[in-house]
């Protein structure tokens, strides 16, 4: 039957229970026992209120009913019972975390995060206290013990609110701070408390908040590094920062992530994979400060070298390059290539960024990416070639060259070839970009030079540059520029400057000479005789100097003539400059004056009052602007005066005493002083653009007779057939740029790439 | 006689009178300018004897090598003195280097390579003519 094997089976088990609990003893009293030991037992784990006055538990009894109930084989049922209880008497903690919790939130201003920390902190020790006070006693053995751990853990997991996470962080970033900061009066005694971080890790907020306490950390550096190395570019602070982690960081990370290390040796394995990870997030905010420095940086160039190696360092852990370049070019578009900035500036800042970027990354590739817009966008600027040269030549005293004064001085590099036989060769580097090419570490002078294609515009510019000095010696001291060309060979060769050798060498031929005539014939003139072919060409301005100007340059002529038999000399009336002596009734006055100058002041021998169309009939083709600013300038020296009579013509008058005008004066003076600056001071000598548009001008002959008989031309077309003509040497860039120019003159039209001539 | 006697006087009395303007003008004509000294510039030009006084002279160039007199020969570095010019007889004129170098070939049969007249260099031709 069914019913009588069910009962034998309910009796058998009822048997087996008894025995069981019962442990072979006597009648019942082995139940008696158990049930004590169960009572004891459950009411020695029972969750109790920690306000509850504690028990007194006799410990041997205690273990006595354990072992009861071990042998019963009953610690589960136990353990179950005791979950149970836990559920039953959660409220108490849920209560204390819920008051917390609102202190916490309560929204009031005066509290800092100091004092937020504080409330987390006092909060997570009493959840330690529950955690101890509930705790079942480690001699259970670990079942029960990790089952009590759990239970816990969950429970207060659940009633933890969202708003604990951002708490728990402050209150880390409070326990960071005490260790790098010290300790200040202002973190609260939960914080410092020791017994803290034991307590994270029993209730498992360690490990469930790892990823708070690395971003702590995290945090924790930027801020440190922002706030120490931010705009300190002049010594090197990766090392300090490093020391900085090593002393204060890492004994903070020790709680975290060497718990449980015994040994220093084993604490050392275990922070070795999280400490790399911070010395990196190191390395990244420095790098990251620095990237975003670094136009300033490369401002402050020989001052910041430090921070340039630290950035270095940084670079080889960080991979940044990209970054650093974007930046960089950015920066450099906002605040260097605009029209506001003055070439000679963008000069030195190319220098300085190449110095920097040298010292990042010796091979170059970072600097040929970052280099790339400057260089195009000064080879747009008309006149960076005269900056560049203008430095080269600079003098020594003057100090704000661009090239060192001890960077030895070499010839220009030219791009090299591969050579395919070097045992050294090395592959380009692997961000080099497919233009990138390998220039050699070279000087500062060969790199800016190859901003340009060819050399040769350098040296004309250096010609007129050169010619412009020359010209202005007059104390016959042409050391400097002798000195100077001898650099200058060695950096250029000896072949292009031919030119300015034979200038030098009409300056010291001019020197002789002279003497040689002083020596015939005394007089008050010491010229510079110049072979034309070799010096730029000059303004064409002659003027026919009157007088006893004339007669001094035609007696010097003649001695000229008869010392040099074959020669003659043809005056550039309008250069040099004249020392004259103004002898007027009640004073004398000497000044240095150009030749115009002197012309007219010799007229004003002739006769007191002039008016300027007269003047500039004597001496010739002489603009009226320039005419009047010479008279102007006699007028400042007080020896003019200005005459209107209404009508449009001017007339000076010679103020033979200065006593006569002496209220009209200085009006006079303020009014002609503020228009004598309104014209403009011009060269001498004709620069290469002007030369250049010169030539061009001839070519333009050549081009509107071309468009007039062929139609419309493609512009490689009319540069074909240019180069049929003598002398030409542009490119289809420049004759690009000509034909544009014509364009906006209204000359020519251009569509499709076809140039017509507009009618 | 008084006449002449008054005229005399008039003239005198005008003579004074123009002598004492003439002494004002002259005062007042007292401004001077004195050179101390004139740092100018000059180009120097070989005188090939042709005037060109008025406006820019055409360049002159040497019919060897076609580059101006004042230029230098192809051979040369430094222009003047030291690559002088050579005067003909038959007035025609050339870098010295040049025509030596010209006449120096088998070709030239020492004949000026403008009108192929037998070559005779000109004693100083020019500066005789000018002194």
Not at chain 1, 144 to 166: D, E, K
Not at chain 1, 239 to 255: F, H, S, T
Not at chain 1, 428 to 444: L, M, Q, T
């Given at each position: 039957?069914?019913?009588?094997?069910?009962?034998?089976?309910?009796?058998?088990?009822?048997?087996?229970?008894?025995?069981?609990?019962?442990?072979?003893s006597?009648?019942?009293?082995?139940?008696?026992?158990?049930?004590?030991?169960?009572?004891?037992?459950?009411?020695?784990?029972?969750?109790?209120?920690?306000?509850?006055?504690?028990?007194?538990?006799?410990?041997?009894?205690?273990?006595?009913?354990?072992?009861?109930?071990?042998?019963?084989r009953?610690?589960?049922?136990?353990?179950?019972?005791?979950?149970?209880?836990?559920?039953?008497?959660?409220?108490?903690?849920?209560?204390?975390?819920?008051?917390?919790?609102?202190?916490?939130?309560?929204p009031?201003?005066?509290?800092?995060?100091?004092?937020?920390?504080?409330?987390?902190?006092?909060l997570?020790?009493?959840?330690?206290?529950w955690?101890?006070?509930?705790?079942?006693?480690g001699?259970?053995?670990?079942?029960?013990?990790?089952?009590?751990?759990?239970?816990?853990?969950?429970?207060?997991?659940?009633?933890?609110?969202?708003?604990?996470?951002?708490?728990?962080?402050?209150?880390?970033?409070a326990?960071?701070?005490?260790?790098?900061?010290?300790?200040?009066?202002?973190?609260?005694?939960?914080?410092q408390?020791?017994?803290?971080?034991?307590?994270?890790?029993?209730?498992?907020?360690?490990?469930?908040?790892?990823?708070?306490?690395?971003?702590?950390?995290?945090?924790?550096?930027?801020?440190?590094?922002?706030?120490?190395?931010?705009?300190?570019?002049?010594?090197?602070?990766?090392?300090?920062?490093?020391?900085?982690?090593?002393?204060?960081?890492?004994p903070?990370?020790?709680?975290?992530y060497?718990?449980?290390?015994?040994?220093?040796?084993?604490?050392?394995?275990?922070?070795q994979?999280?400490?790399?990870r911070?010395?990196?997030?190191?390395?990244?905010?420095?790098?990251?400060?620095r990237?975003?420095?670094?136009?300033?940086?490369v401002?402050?160039?020989?001052?910041?070298?430090?921070?340039?190696?630290?950035?270095?360092?940084?670079?080889?852990?960080v991979?940044?390059?990209?970054?650093?370049?974007?930046?960089?070019?950015?920066a450099?578009?906002?605040?260097?290539l605009?029209?506001g900035?003055?070439?000679?500036d963008?000069?030195?800042?190319?220098?300085?960024?190449?110095?920097?970027?040298?010292?990042?990354?010796?091979?170059?590739?970072?600097?040929?990416?970052?280099?790339?817009?400057?260089?195009?966008?000064?080879?747009?600027?008309?006149d960076?070639?005269?900056?560049?040269?203008?430095?080269?030549?600079?003098?020594?005293?003057?100090?704000?060259?661009?090239?060192?004064?001890?960077?030895p001085?070499?010839?220009l590099q030219?791009?090299?070839?591969?050579d395919?036989?070097?045992?050294?060769?090395?592959?380009?580097?692997?961000?080099?970009?497919?233009?990138?090419?390998?220039?050699?570490?070279?000087?500062?002078?060969?790199?800016?030079?190859?901003?340009?294609?060819?050399?040769?515009?350098?040296?004309?510019?250096?010609?007129?540059?050169?010619?412009?000095?020359?010209?202005?010696?007059?104390?016959?001291?042409?050391e400097?520029?002798r000195?100077?060309?001898?650099?200058?060979?060695?950096?250029?060769?000896?072949?292009?400057?031919?030119?300015?050798?034979?200038?030098?060498?009409?300056?010291?031929?001019s020197?002789?000479?002279?003497?040689?005539?002083?020596?015939?014939?005394?007089?008050?003139m010491?010229p510079?005789i110049?072979?034309?072919?070799?010096?730029?060409?000059?303004?064409?301005?002659?003027?026919?100097?009157?007088?006893?100007?004339?007669?001094?340059?035609?007696?010097?002529?003649?001695?000229?003539?008869?010392?040099?038999?074959?020669?003659?000399l043809?005056?550039?009336?309008?250069?040099?400059?004249?020392?004259?002596?103004?002898?007027?009734?009640?004073?004398?006055?000497?000044?240095?004056?150009?030749?115009?100058?002197?012309?007219?002041?010799?007229?004003?021998?002739?006769k007191?009052?002039?008016?300027?169309?007269?003047?500039?009939?004597r001496?010739g083709?002489?603009?009226?602007?320039?005419?009047?600013?010479a008279?102007?300038?006699?007028v400042n020296?007080?020896?003019l005066?200005?005459?209107?009579?209404?009508?449009?013509?001017?007339?000076?008058?010679?103020?033979?005493?200065?006593?006569t005008?002496?209220?009209?004066?200085?009006?006079?003076?303020?009014?002609?002083g503020?228009?004598?600056?309104?014209?403009?001071?011009?060269?001498?000598?004709l620069?290469?653009?002007?030369?250049?548009?010169?030539?061009?001008?001839?070519?333009?002959?050549f081009?509107?007779?071309?468009?007039?008989?062929?139609?419309g031309?493609?512009?490689?077309?009319?540069?074909?057939?240019?180069?049929?003509?003598?002398?030409?040497?542009?490119?289809?860039?420049?004759?690009?740029?000509?034909?544009d120019?014509?364009?906006?003159?209204?000359?020519?039209?251009?569509?499709?790439?076809?140039?017509?001539?507009?009618? | 006689?008084?006449?002449?006697?008054?005229?005399?006087?008039?003239?005198?009395?005008y003579?004074?009178?123009?002598?004492?303007?003439f002494?004002?003008?002259?005062?007042?004509?007292?401004?001077k300018?004195?050179?101390?000294?004139?740092?100018?510039?000059?180009?120097?030009?070989?005188?090939?004897?042709?005037?060109?006084?008025?406006?820019?002279?055409?360049?002159?160039v040497?019919?060897?090598?076609?580059?101006?007199?004042?230029?230098?020969?192809?051979?040369?570095?430094?222009?003047?003195?030291?690559?002088?010019?050579?005067?003909g007889?038959?007035?025609?004129?050339?870098?010295?280097h040049?025509?030596?170098?010209?006449?120096?070939?088998?070709?030239?049969?020492?004949?000026?390579?403008?009108?192929?007249?037998?070559?005779?260099?000109?004693?100083?031709k020019?500066?005789?003519?000018?002194?």
């Amino acid at each position: 039957m069914a019913s009588e094997a069910l009962r034998n089976q309910v009796a058998a088990k009822w048997q087996d229970s008894f025995n069981r609990l019962n442990r072979g003893s006597q009648g019942i009293s082995g139940l008696m026992d158990f049930s004590k030991a169960w009572a004891v037992a459950a009411d020695f784990l029972r969750p109790r209120d920690l306000g509850a006055p504690p028990k007194d538990f006799n410990t041997h009894e205690v273990r006595g009913a354990f072992d009861v109930l071990m042998q019963c084989r009953m610690l589960p049922m136990l353990l179950e019972s005791f979950v149970e209880d836990m559920r039953r008497n959660q409220h108490l903690i849920t209560n204390d975390v819920m008051r917390f919790m609102a202190e916490y939130e309560v929204p009031t201003d005066s509290k800092k995060a100091s004092g937020e920390a504080d409330v987390i902190g006092r909060l997570v020790l009493l959840l330690a206290d529950w955690y101890f006070a509930w705790a079942p006693g480690g001699e259970l053995g670990h079942t029960i013990s990790s089952a009590y751990i759990v239970n816990f853990q969950t429970h207060i997991f659940s009633v933890l609110p969202s708003t604990f996470a951002g708490g728990f962080k402050k209150l880390l970033a409070a326990t960071l701070s005490l260790f790098t900061r010290g300790t200040t009066p202002e973190i609260p005694a939960s914080v410092q408390d020791p017994k803290l971080w034991p307590s994270f890790e029993l209730l498992g907020l360690a490990d469930r908040y790892e990823s708070l306490i690395a971003s702590v950390c995290y945090e924790h550096i930027e801020v440190h590094v922002l706030e120490t190395c931010t705009g300190k570019w002049d010594e090197p602070m990766l090392g300090q920062l490093r020391e900085w982690m090593a002393d204060k960081v890492v004994p903070w990370m020790l709680l975290p992530y060497a718990r449980g290390a015994k040994t220093p040796e084993e604490a050392r394995t275990m922070l070795q994979g999280v400490g790399s990870r911070f010395d990196f997030h190191v390395c990244k905010t420095l790098c990251d400060l620095r990237t975003k420095e670094m136009f300033d940086i490369v401002i402050d160039y020989p001052d910041s070298i430090p921070s340039l190696h630290d950035l270095k360092e940084c670079l080889q852990r960080v991979d940044q390059r990209s970054q650093l370049v974007q930046t960089l070019r950015k920066a450099n578009k906002k605040r260097l290539l605009h029209p506001g900035a003055d070439t000679k500036d963008i000069l030195t800042q190319y220098v300085s960024l190449i110095r920097c970027l040298r010292i990042i990354d010796p091979p170059g590739v970072l600097l040929f990416k970052v280099a790339d817009p400057i260089r195009r966008y000064l080879r747009d600027r008309p006149d960076t070639i005269r900056c560049i040269v203008a430095s080269l030549v600079v003098d020594g005293e003057s100090g704000d060259s661009l090239v060192d004064q001890d960077e030895p001085i070499q010839p220009l590099q030219t791009a090299q070839v591969d050579d395919y036989t070097d045992p050294n060769w090395e592959p380009e580097p692997i961000d080099a970009g497919p233009d990138f090419r390998v220039n050699k570490p070279s000087d500062v002078v060969s790199t800016l030079v190859s901003i340009y294609d060819s050399k040769d515009l350098f040296v004309k510019e250096l010609q007129v540059l050169l010619a412009q000095r020359l010209l202005a010696v007059t104390d016959g001291n042409y050391e400097k520029e002798r000195r100077n060309l001898e650099i200058l060979k060695i950096r250029f060769g000896e072949a292009p400057l031919q030119v300015c050798e034979v200038m030098l060498k009409d300056m010291t031929d001019s020197k002789r000479i002279d003497q040689h005539v002083q020596f015939q014939s005394s007089s008050v003139m010491h010229p510079t005789i110049i072979s034309r072919h070799f010096w730029p060409q000059f303004q064409a301005a002659k003027i026919l100097l009157p007088g006893q100007l004339h007669e001094i340059q035609e007696s010097y002529a003649r001695e000229f003539t008869t010392f040099k038999p074959d020669k003659k000399l043809r005056w550039l009336s309008h250069l040099g400059s004249i020392r004259l002596e103004i002898q007027l009734q009640d004073r004398t006055i000497s000044a240095d004056v150009p030749p115009l100058e002197a012309a007219f002041i010799e007229l004003f021998s002739e006769k007191d009052v002039w008016t300027v169309g007269d003047l500039v009939a004597r001496v010739g083709p002489v603009e009226r602007p320039a005419a009047l600013k010479a008279l102007l300038a006699w007028v400042n020296r007080g020896v003019l005066r200005e005459e209107s009579d209404g009508a449009d013509v001017q007339r000076f008058r010679l103020l033979e005493s200065a006593s006569t005008d002496a209220e009209a004066a200085p009006v006079r003076m303020a009014t002609t002083g503020s228009r004598a600056t309104l014209v403009e001071e011009q060269p001498t000598v004709l620069t290469v653009q002007q030369q250049q548009a010169g030539q061009m001008e001839v070519y333009w002959k050549f081009i509107e007779g071309m468009l007039m008989n062929l139609g419309g031309l493609p512009l490689d077309r009319i540069q074909t057939m240019l180069k049929f003509a003598p002398g030409y040497d542009r490119t289809v860039d420049q004759l690009g740029g000509f034909m544009d120019a014509a364009r906006r003159e209204g000359l020519v039209n251009v569509k499709d790439g076809i140039w017509r001539l507009n009618r | 006689m008084s006449r002449t006697q008054t005229q005399t006087n008039a003239s005198c009395v005008y003579g004074v009178w123009y002598s004492l303007l003439f002494c004002f003008s002259n005062n007042s004509r007292s401004m001077k300018v004195i050179v101390k000294q004139w740092h100018a510039i000059a180009q120097w030009q070989w005188d090939t004897g042709k005037t060109d006084e008025n406006g820019d002279p055409e360049e002159d160039v040497c019919g060897i090598c076609r580059v101006p007199f004042e230029g230098c020969c192809p051979t040369c570095k430094v222009p003047g003195d030291d690559c002088p010019l050579i005067w003909g007889e038959c007035s025609h004129v050339f870098h010295m280097h040049c025509l030596l170098k010209w006449i120096g070939t088998a070709a030239s049969k020492q004949q000026c390579p403008m009108d192929r007249r037998l070559w005779v260099t000109a004693e100083r031709k020019v500066a005789a003519s000018h002194s």
